[in-house]
């Protein structure tokens, strides 16, 4: 009766599974397919610095090179472009006031005619009235008019010169160089009596 059982088991074993040999055999033939493929696939090496392309690294400088800004290009700061544009209103401005007078050349008006008043009282002829009450006055403003549109002029210039300024502020120093210039030579006019000679007295 043992030794049915025994045989039984030895039956079954056989039908159901593999034996541990064969289990054995086919890992083994299986390392060497493995083993195999390794050796007949080719082997890859690292790149060194030498096999890399001076080329590339050129193009990439380049890249480089264009995507910089030039210092020429680079844009001016903010404080720069108020200053000119600021120095460019004051120019029109004050050749505006040189051309239609200021209220310090009507006080030093005033002045010289107090001063010719008091001079020619009593004992001044009437060439010397006029020429000290209206004559040294009328003088006197164009000398300060002549001062304002000097400045202007200065001023119009100076921001015409300064490069990187906006075409408005070109065009507003422009419009001051030309109203200063203006007054200027209307203020040399008036001052050597070009334009209007003072009245004699026997006119």
């Known amino acids: ?4 059982t025994t045989t039984e088991k030895t039956g079954e074993t056989g039908d159901g599974a593999e034996s541990p040999e064969s289990a054995g055999a086919d890992i083994a033939a299986k390392t060497a397919k493995t083993a195999e493929a390794a050796e ?4 890859v090496e690292p790149l060194d610095a030498d096999d890399l392309d001076p080329a590339d690294e050129i193009d990439k400088d380049d890249d480089e ?3 910089a800004p030039f210092p020429d290009e680079a844009p001016a700061p903010a404080s720069a472009g108020i200053g000119g544009a600021a120095a460019a209103v004051v120019s029109a401005a004050l050749g505006v006031v040189a051309l239609t007078g200021t209220w310090t050349g009507k006080v030093v008006a005033e002045r010289e005619t107090l001063i010719g008043q008091i001079k020619t009282s009593g004992s001044g ?5 006029i020429s000290e009450i209206y004559g040294d006055a009328w003088h006197s ?3 300060v ?3 304002f549109s000097l400045v202007a002029l ?7 010169v300064l490069p990187g300024r906006p075409s ?5 120093a422009v419009a001051g160089a030309v109203l200063g210039g203006l007054g200027l030579l209307l203020s040399v006019g008036t001052y050597f009596d070009l334009f209007l000679s003072l009245p004699t007295a026997g006119s």
């Not at 009766?1 to 049915?4: E, L």
């Not at 408005?168 to 507003?172: G, T």
């Open 154 to 160: 200065l001023v119009a210039v100076l921001v015409l």
């Open 125 to 129: 002829t009437p060439a010397q009235q």
């Open 40 to 43: 007949t696939a080719p082997a």
């Open 141 to 143: 403003v164009a000398v």
């Open 65 to 67: 090179d264009d995507e």
């Open 1 to 4: 009766m043992d030794t049915k």
């Open 145 to 147: 008019n002549g001062v």
């Open 168 to 172: 408005w502020v070109r065009a507003v």
